[in-house]
């Protein structure tokens, strides 16, 4: 099944997902109050049901990160993962959130990003935001699917450690005690919106600002209308220009194109104002360098 982008993909615009910015550079297909992008890549899905499944369509199990990570910080259609969670039931399987990297209030607006989508899932799993940065993982699920675990054996060396129970025991009441719940949608969404304007001063090299909170990505391209990826070895050098002037951001997305900014949620508004000051300050030597070899390769042509 397709990816359900609403930038890179076929189908929808950025309005479509549930994000605090917009990008006013895509026109949007959807028509009185219906999600266009949404029934498309649902019927993509349904797809992959009609052709692929076995003959009874029985399925165990979906998965699926409320906001893509790795994957480049991509957001669904709104309501796209609430329905494919009933197609899902439907056919016998289990809707399972990975909530490695959106959980534990790092969107803001919910704990669990999946609340974000309306869902109810069967098994969540987690790890990283849980031990702020002390090895540990867990998972959560209802005790009918739990039970299904003592029909064969299954171990683990390091399960049920009492010192990373006890990193994590902490960690939950610093996020309660601070309210980095509150403080990633607060200062989240002012570092979005600040990201987005730089959009007007880089045109052609801000493709997309998406996310939630304190999950952010900036999708780097090198063609406005084809949205072609900027190459690697420019990602790098802006990246590398970031790193210089002490800022660490990530890296994602299928060619690795998309900034992923997801910083410690304790940050404040003013490490926001910093981080945005250095990225417009990269992005303005790597203009400046850009023009300048394209300049070198012309001349020396003539």
């Not at 900036?218 to 790193?243: G, M, N, T, Y």
Request: aromatic content about 8%; glycine content about 10%; hydrophobic content about 35%.
């Amino acid at each position: 099944t397709r990816n359900p982008d609403v930038y890179k993909g076929p189908w929808g615009n950025p309005r479509c997902r549930d994000s605090p910015v917009t990008s006013n550079k895509m026109k949007c297909q959807c028509t009185n109050g219906e999600c266009l992008a949404c029934e498309m890549y649902l019927e993509d899905f349904e797809n992959v049901f009609r052709h692929s499944l076995p003959s009874n369509g029985r399925i165990a199990g979906f998965i699926a990160e409320s906001i893509q990570g790795v994957g480049g910080v991509v957001q669904y259609p709104r309501r796209y993962l609430q329905r494919v969670q009933k197609r899902i039931r439907q056919n016998g399987g289990l809707f399972i959130a990975d909530e490695v990297q959106t959980g534990f209030g790092r969107t803001g607006e919910h704990f669990w990003g999946f609340k974000a989508h309306e869902v109810e899932p069967d098994i969540i799993t987690m790890a990283k935001g849980i031990g702020n940065g002390f090895p540990m993982a867990a998972v959560a699920t209802k005790a009918k699917i739990a039970e299904t675990l003592s029909r064969a054996l299954h171990f683990n060396t390091f399960g049920g450690n009492p010192l990373a129970c006890a990193a994590g025991c902490a960690v939950l009441d610093i996020i309660e005690e601070e309210d980095l719940q509150k403080n990633s949608l607060v200062v989240g969404t002012y570092l979005l919106h600040r990201l987005s304007a730089l959009m007007i001063d880089h045109p052609t090299t801000i493709g997309d600002i998406r996310g939630k909170g304190l999950m952010i990505g900036v999708e780097l391209i090198s063609d406005v209308e084809k949205k072609s990826p900027l190459p690697a070895e420019q990602v790098a050098d802006i990246l590398e220009d970031i790193k210089n002037m002490n800022v660490l951001v990530g890296k994602g997305g299928l060619n690795f194109n998309v900034l992923r900014i997801k910083p410690p949620m304790c940050i404040t508004k003013e490490d926001a104002d910093y981080t945005v000051d250095v990225l417009n300050k990269a992005l303005e030597r790597h203009r400046d360098k850009y023009l300048r070899d394209k300049e070198s390769v012309f001349f020396s042509a003539v």
